[in-house]
Structures are given as C-alpha cells and as structure tokens.
C-alpha cells in the first residue's frame, strides 16, 4: 500500500514550508518596509498551505505510518495532529505580534522567516525516526529561536537572554548527542525503529549501559521542555525576551519537545525493562518540577516570569502522563497515558496563547505591561479582556468547567491507572499551591481598582482571536471528548504502540 | 416513567443562560434591564423546577427524571442527571433562594449589577447541577465551578478584608475537592472504568480501602459544610461577603458538603462510615457545643450567625452518622430548615447593614421602636434559630435529637445543649439589637423595612412556618429513599 505512493508525500507540508520561507525571504528582501504586510499575510498563508498539505498527507495515508528517506522521516497521525496544532499555535503568535513588534520597530523581514524556519525544525522533530533527524530538527527550531529572543539588538536583557539560551541550549545538544551515541554503541542503529527492535530483543548491551545512555537522552528532553532541575533558562530567557516572542516560546515549541520525547523515549526504549528506567527519572523530574515551578511562581512580580514558572510546573505535570505508561511490564494502558500527555501539551498550549496572548495586547507603544500588577483593575478597563484572562487562569489553575481541568484530570487517571496514588496526591497538592498565584491574578483584575486608564482595544483580528481562543477554552471545557479521543487515536496510530 | 423529560436539565441550563445573557447587557447604564433579565431568569428557574415536585414519585427510592447521555467517551463519561428524595428538594430550595437573593439584591447593588446578578444565576444552575449530577465527573465539574462565581461575589461585591477572606475560601475549598478528585480516579480505577456513582454504589471495596476513601471525602465535604475544625473559612467568608452571598452560602453552598456525605461517603463507604461514626460524632459534638460557645460571645452580627449555621450544620452530620431513620431524615429536614432561617438571618442583617454600614451588635439597640415589622419578621427567624417548636427549626433538631436517643443517652444529652446555647446566643442577639433603649441617634431616624424586603422575609417566613407546622408534605420526598439508604449501609459491603 506504502509503496503506490509517492516517494516524498510525507514530507510535503515540511518541502512546501521551506520553499514558502525562502521565497519570503527574497520577497521581503525587495518589498522592504512598505510592503510588510505582504510578508505577514504570504506567512499566515504559508502555514494554511502546510496545514492542507498535512491535511493531504494524512488524507493519503489514512492516518497509517508512512515513512520516506529511508526511513529517517515518518507521518503518523501522532505527527499531523501535531504539526496542525502547532500551525495554529504560530499563526496565532503571528496575528498577537504584529502591532506589539511594529510599535517597537521590530517588524522585520527576518521575524517571518525565523518563525517559519523555527516551524520547520518542530515539524521535522515531530515527524523524525531517525536520531540524526531528531537532531537536526531539534537544531533547526532551537537556533531560530536563539535568533529570536535576541531580535531586539538594542535591549541588553534580551543580548543576555538569548546568550544564556544558546550556551545552555547547546550543552543540553550536547548531552542529548552523546545518548545517541550510547544508544547507537549498544544497539548498532540510529534508526528509532530499528533501535527499538534491538531493544526489544534485549539482547544487545547491557541494561546499565542502556540506562546511562538514557540519563542523557532524558536530560536533553528535560532542557527543551525545560523542568527541574534543568529549567534556569527558563524564566530569565522568558522574562529577557521581546513578550511577542516569549508567546512564540511558549506555544508550540512545546508540542514539538513533547514529540521528540514521544520518539526517542517512547519510539526508542519505550519496552518494558527499559521504559522502567526512564519512567523512574521522569517521575522525579516532574515531582521537581510541580514543586519549584508552583513555588517559584508565588514569589514573582512580574507576569512574564510568573507564567515561565508555571510552564515549569505544567510540563511537569504533563511529564507525569508519561511516567505512567508501562505498567508492570506491559503497555497496555500506555496509549491512554501518552494520550493523556498529548491532550495536556495541546491544551497548555492553547492556554499559555491566551495568557501570554494578553500581555501582549496589554502593552502598548513604549510600554511594556511586565508586572503582574498592570493587570489591576481590568474588569473596569474591559470586562470582556478580562473575562478572557480569568479564564485562561482558571483554566491554568485546573478549574472546570475549563480545559486545564480536564488536562489534569486525564493525566491523574493515568497516574492512578498506574497505580501511584501517592504520585497523584502529590501532584494535586502542589495544584494547589498553584492555584494561589493565578487566583492572585483575577484578583487583581477583578478585585482591584485599576492604576491605569483607559480601555484595552487591541487590532480587530488580535481581539477577535484572542477571544475565540478564549472562549476555545470553556469551550474544550465542556466538550473535551472530541480532542482527548483525537489524542487517544493519535497515539494508539503510533508504529511503536 | 419519565423517560423524555428534560425538567433536570432546564433547572441547570436556564439560570445559566439566563446569567449569561445578562452579562451581555453590559455595563452599569442598563443596570435596569439587567436586573429585570435577572429577575425573569431566576423566576423561570424556580418555575422549571416546580415539576420536579409535582411529578416525584414518592413512593420509589429509584432515581427519576434521569437524563443520560455520553458526554466524554474517553473516559466514560455521562451526562447523568437524576434525583431521589434525598436531592430533590435542594433543587427546589436553590432556586426559590435564588429569586429572593435576586429580590434582595435589587436596589442594594449599585456597582456592576449585570456581572452581579449573573454570577448569582450562573451559581444557581450550577449547585443544582451538582444536586442532580449521577455522574462523578460531572459532580466534581459542578461542584468546583461553584467557586468561580462565589470567589467573585466575595472579592467584588464584599466587605473590606473581602481579599483575605475570597482567597481564604476558594483555597480552602480546592484543597478539599482536589483529593475528592483523586478519590473518584481511585474508584474509576477500581471499578473497571465507571463513573456513575451508583456503580459506586454497588462496588465492592475493602475497610482499608474504605477507610482511606472515607478520609479523602471527609476532607473535601467537612471543608464544605463546615466542620470543626476545617470551618475557619466561614466566619470569614460571611463576614465578608455581600448579604446574597452570605445568604446563598449559608443556604446552599453549606449542604453541598452534608450532600457530599449522604450521596457518597455513606452508600460508597458504608463499613468505613460505621467504622469512623464514633469520630463523626465526636467532631460533629464539638461543632454543636463547642461552636455553640463561640458564637455567644461575638460582637458582629454576620460572624455570631455564621458560628450558628456551624453548629446547625453539626446536627446535620451527627444525625447522618446515627444510622437511624430518625437521625438521617431529621438531617435533611434540619438542612432544608437552615436553608431557610440562615438565609433569612443574613437577609435581616442585609436589611439592617444597608441603613447602617455596621455590623457591629453594639451600634444597635432599641430597633423596635422604629422598625416594628422588620423587628416581628426577625423574632420569627430569631426563634426559628433557637429551634421553637412550630418553626423549622423545631422539627429538624427534634428528629436528629430523637435519633441520638436511640443511638447513645450522652449523645443526646450533649446535643440537646444546644437548645440552651442557641437560644441565648440568638435571643440575646436580638436583644441587644432589637429591645433596649434607643443609643445610637441613627436608630432613631431608621426607616421600617419596605415593601420589596418585606417581600422577601415574608416569602421566608412562609416557609419556615410551613415547614414547622406541617412537615409531612417534606418528609414524604425524602422516607422512602432514607430507608432504602439505611438498609443499604446497613448491610455493608465486606
């Protein structure tokens, strides 16, 4: 069946990104200022093209695996839904960026053309099979992003933060590399399929070595997902960064480091001896995280670095669905646990759009809406705005009837599934201590009386997003069935499960 | 039976869509229509759930008007509505408070009334969606939604420490239900992949298994109800919050947590609840006498009826872990009762507060004298609290009482205290605010209550009255389906 199609179809959506990228580049080059717009509108048009070729793709396929390049690269349905999400992800980031960058001059030909690279590199990570193109992708998205955060030259905060991002980022390259290497010493492939049959063989290596190999794999993971105790770029990188790129940070980067966990935890090792040992590590990462992440985030004042610790915290949490799929040496219950930790990063994604999606919007020319307190009084400034923001943070929070709530709850049933009810406990205990500093938020807007003047009135697409998004999320909230059974079908696509 | 009716339904969706639409009608300019909107909204609430009433089948302890329908298929969600005689009425009484908070709040609310009086119907809809959900998921959704709407309540509309005391109840409240959570994932788990509680029901379980279940669940109600020691967050949250608030607190948001404990911890956990009953009773004592004590001695109003309802609400669990007929039902009855006379008790002092701007018990004195109506209307309430026979409050602490009796002498004896200290804590309340000679010159220039919160006390006192003099008409929902919950925890599980 494979075969009658054609040789490159799973690779279309990432020939016709890269094609689309460069001719904006060159377009831009001689439209100049004045026809930006032109260059933002071919963006937004680049990503609906990939989202109709994915959309092909899958079509073709039927949602089955299909490989090509040898078997480096691979479109499953895990991967499509995915990239279409991430699509989403960066349009959106797109639309609440454009007045806050040309305020500030920062609306350049390159932003596009970094931001669709950077799209490139996830999509590569999220369709890879092949620890080389793990690898290149996972460099492809990580050095745009490094150009990224620096795009403002003049702003010394974010020199520095994107300084700090590369020099961590590629010690974390580096120690993800030298676990490919381990891996590949022992089972003699970089291929994760063939990895993954070596492994399941158990034959090849012994389990210690295996088990080093995986700290490593696992440490670089933790990096680009960034939790405890490998999460220091976080918040300054967050905080340093232009608000317009920290919101592109925070969103589908995300899912593209929950795929390549996907690949190379799951993919790779994830039978039974050895899943047990990177499920170990990934346990103790995400308890690390919950609890730094939701401490850290009370003592702060500014919004941004709020949101970065609470990210720490999330993608904990979010770890603890994938700590939770082998059970007592058997993966049946692995697809509802990946599945779960599927539904949390595409729902945190939504949420940290809308939250950072405001404080964007928030900020106006030559002021930057940074501290927590610039949120006081928004009810007053604009119900409606601020209706959004409570949502995100009860969202956030895991509050139903909103989304986060069902992201929790799908990730807890799993923990339980697997029987660590303490793990659970553990987990709900530091939501809770989470739930404070987003309830200081509404209380701000909502309890306060406002310090600043005058209404919130972001651009007519940007307000009319914004709250589409915001409403997505009571929305998904009182019908998640749909998106969670998407994940579950999505995993359960997965050649390795 | 009543397979095609979708009465459960409409008493969720209307105030929710109700409050939704006024939120629509913007800000403060057209705080006229909102009130009106609100008004017809809580009005259509109450009426949708009048059938529920009049349709019940009294003689079933079966669930009905049940509504199932697959919700999340993940994870075998339903949308599964139903009532029995234990929920029924709270049903009914939400939405007959909600009209008279809506009343109350008519003039009184100047700020904000749309996003007022929508947060009040949001909430109606969703406590009776908690009263009515079947399904554990579903439950937990409507049961923490409720915080939304009273953390905004407190925060905007309430008094000035109205921070402390909104972050105090909303995390609180989260702490317990969080672990009610864990504990439903437990049961999923353990129940092969179900969430109707009535498969809980019928689900096996071991006592060690049982007893943690029990913990857990105690947290997340006891929280709610409250019980000594987790009710620190009341005093403060009436205190605080605006006199609807308070009356929909005390109410209805109270008996969630007293639901919570006859709808799950008892036919879930029946050996684990035998097992702790000596514990519940002891907790449940101390609310009754030792609460009983502190609310002698307060010197602001709100606070002394908030320490009331605490140790109301202990009668409420102690007839609950009686295992007899008499306690269980003297419980619910004892709980619709102190929906109405706390509500009242909060609408008085909302009466009062609007003239004066103090809660304080000593800035009053001599209130007869000015206002006679609002004085009779409040000794009503005020004797009602004390348990006078004829009110309410007699019939419920009577049945618990007699309940006590059967169980233990010296239960009884410590329960029956309580008609001693609630009598002098209320009476004397209304004695220092309400008899005495004239003070403060600002009580002499008091104006009576006026028609519309004459309205409301009088549609309460009806109440109160009717359920004092006449209590059968309520008790009928509710006997068969306590017998069919008495031999169910009677005979256990292991």
Redesign the interface.
């Known amino acids: 069946m494979i075969s009658a199609l054609p040789i490159m179809l799973p690779a279309y959506a990432e020939i016709f990104l890269l094609a689309a990228a460069c001719a904006i580049l060159i377009l831009d080059v001689y439209c100049g200022e004045r026809w930006r717009g032109l260059s933002y509108a071919l963006s937004l048009a680049t990503l609906a093209g990939c989202a109709v070729c994915t959309a092909y793709v899958m079509g073709m396929t039927g949602g089955e695996v299909a490989y090509t390049f040898n078997g480096m690269f691979v479109s499953d349905r895990m991967a499509s839904v995915l990239k279409l999400f991430a699509y989403l992800g960066v349009a959106l980031c797109l639309v609440y960026s454009r007045a806050y960058l040309r305020e500030r001059n920062l609306l350049k030909g390159e932003y596009f053309v970094l931001v669709l690279l950077a799209t490139l590199g996830m999509m590569v990570m999220m369709s890879a099979n092949h620890f080389l193109t793990v690898y290149l992708g996972l460099e492809l998205m990580s050095l745009c992003l490094y150009t990224l955060v620096a795009l403002n030259r003049e702003s010394t905060a974010a020199t520095e933060a994107a300084m700090k991002y590369f020099v961590l980022g590629a010690l974390a390259s580096g120690l993800l590399l030298y676990g490919m290497s381990i891996l590949y010493g022992t089972t003699g492939s970089l291929e994760i399929t063939s990895v993954a049959n070596a492994l399941r063989g158990g034959a090849s290596g012994s389990r210690t070595i295996l088990a080093f190999g995986l700290v490593f794999l696992v440490a670089g993971i933790a990096f680009k997902l960034g939790v405890v105790p490998f999460h220091m770029w976080i918040p300054d990188v967050y905080h340093g960064a232009p608000t317009a790129v920290t919101l592109f940070l925070g969103a589908a980067p995300k899912l593209a480091a929950f795929a390549m966990a996907m690949r190379l935890l799951v993919g790779a090792a994830g039978s039974p001896p050895l899943a047990l040992d990177w499920q170990m590590m990934l346990v103790l990462l995400s308890v690390l995280s919950m609890a730094v992440g939701n401490l850290a985030a009370i003592a702060q004042s500014n919004i941004k670095r709020m949101l970065a610790y609470s990210t720490i915290a999330h993608m904990g949490f979010m770890l603890l669905g994938l700590a939770s799929g082998v059970v007592d040496g058997n993966r049946l219950s692995a697809p509802g646990a990946y ?1 779960a930790a599927m539904f949390y990063a595409l729902t945190y994604m939504l949420m940290s759009l809308v939250a950072f999606g405001m404080v964007v919007v928030l900020s106006r020319a030559g002021y930057e809406a940074e501290h927590i307190s610039d949120f006081r009084g928004l ?1 007053r400034r604009s ?1 409606w705005f601020a209706a959004m923001m409570m949502l995100a943070m ?1 969202s956030l929070a895991g ?3 909103l989304v986060g ?2 992201a929790k ?2 990730v ?2 799993a923990v ?2 697997a029987g660590h ?1 303490w793990l ?2 553990v987990a ?2 530091f ?2 201590i989470g ?2 500093y987003y ?1 200081r938020v ?2 701000l807007m ?2 306060d009386e406002p310090t600043q003047q005058g209404p919130v009135r972001p651009q007519l697409d940007t307000g009319v997003l914004l709250s589409a998004n915001g409403l997505a999320l009571l929305a998904l909230g009182v019908f ?2 749909a998106l ?2 998407l994940c ?1 079908s999505a995993i359960k696509g997965l050649g390795s499960i | 039976m009543h397979n095609t009716t979708h009465w459960l339904s409409l008493a969720v969706w209307v105030p929710i869509g109700a409050g939704l639409l006024i939120l629509m009608t ?2 403060d300019r057209r705080a006229g229509v909102a009130r009106i909107l609100a008004l017809a909204g809580s009005i259509a609430g109450f009426l949708v759930t009048l059938p529920l009433a009049a349709d019940f089948d009294r003689r079933s302890s079966t669930m009905q008007f049940v509504e199932l329908a ?6 075998q ?1 339903n949308y599964h509505l139903g009532v029995d005689g234990i929920s029924v009425l709270f049903i009914l009484l939400n939405s007959f408070i909600t009209v008279l908070v809506v009343i109350a709040g008519w003039e009184v609310i100047r700020d ?1 009334v749309a ?1 007022y009086m929508s947060a009040f119907l949001v909430m109606s809809g969703l406590l009776n969606g908690t009263f009515a959900a079947l399904d554990a ?1 579903l439950f ?2 409507f049961f ?2 409720t ?2 709407p009273m ?2 309540i407190i ?2 509309w309430g008094g000035p420490n ?2 402390y005391a ?2 105090k109840f ?2 609180y409240t ?2 317990g239900s ?2 009610l ?2 504990a439903f ?2 049961l ?2 353990r129940s092969g992949g179900s969430f109707a509680v009535l498969d809980y029901h019928t689900l096996p379980l071991p006592l060690d298994a049982q007893i943690v279940l029990f913990v857990a669940f105690l947290l997340a109600f006891a929280v709610k109800v409250p019980m000594w020691p987790v009710h620190t967050w009341l005093p403060d949250a009436h205190v605080e919050a605006p006199t609807g608030g308070s009356a929909v607190l005390a109410a209805i948001l109270l008996k969630l947590g007293a639901y919570g404990f006859i709808r799950f911890s008892l036919p879930i956990l029946p050996d684990a609840s035998h097992y702790l009953a000596p514990l519940m009773i002891t907790l449940s004592l101390v609310a009754i006498v030792y609460i009983g004590l502190v609310a002698l001695v307060q010197t602001d109003m709100k606070k002394l009826i908030a320490y009331s309802s605490i140790a109301h609400m202990g009668f409420v669990t102690l007839g609950m872990f009686l295992f007899n007929a008499y306690g269980v039902e003297g419980a619910l009855v004892q709980m619709i009762s102190h929906g109405f006379v706390s509500a009242a008790l909060f609408l008085c002092v909302g009466v009062m507060y609007d003239r004066m701007h103090s809660r304080n018990i000593a800035d009053y004195g001599g209130l007869v004298n000015t206002m006679p109506k609002f004085a009779s209307f409040m000794m009503l309430f005020a004797l009602a609290n004390c348990g006078l026979p004829a009110t309410s409050g007699f019939v419920g602490e009577f049945m618990v009482i007699m309940g006590a009796m059967q169980f233990d002498f010296w239960v009884a004896f410590l329960a029956a205290t309580t008609l001693i200290t609630g009598a002098a804590y209320t009476l004397w309340l209304y004695k220092r605010v309400i008899y005495g000679a004239i003070a403060n010159p600002r009580v002499a220039e008091l104006t009576d209550a006026g028609p519309r919160e004459l309205l409301v006390l009088g549609a309460l006192a009806i109440a109160v009255l009717w359920l004092g003099l006449h209590p059968a008409p309520f008790t009928e929902f509710m006997h068969v389906s306590v017998e069919n919950l008495l031999k169910h925890v009677a005979a256990g599980k292991l």
């Open positions: 599945g009810n119900p009860f509050i139903p009837p709530f069902y709850l799908a807890l049933s339980i599934e009810v659970a406990v709900v205990a939501s809770l739930a404070f309830l509404v209380k909502y309890f998640p069935g969670m059974q579950l | 913007g800000g697959p919700w999340i298929e993940r994870f969600v904000r996003q998921v937990y959704v923490e939604a915080l939304i953390y905004l925060g905007i109205r921070v909104a972050l909303f995390l989260l702490l969080l672990l959570l864990v994932l437990y999923y788990s």
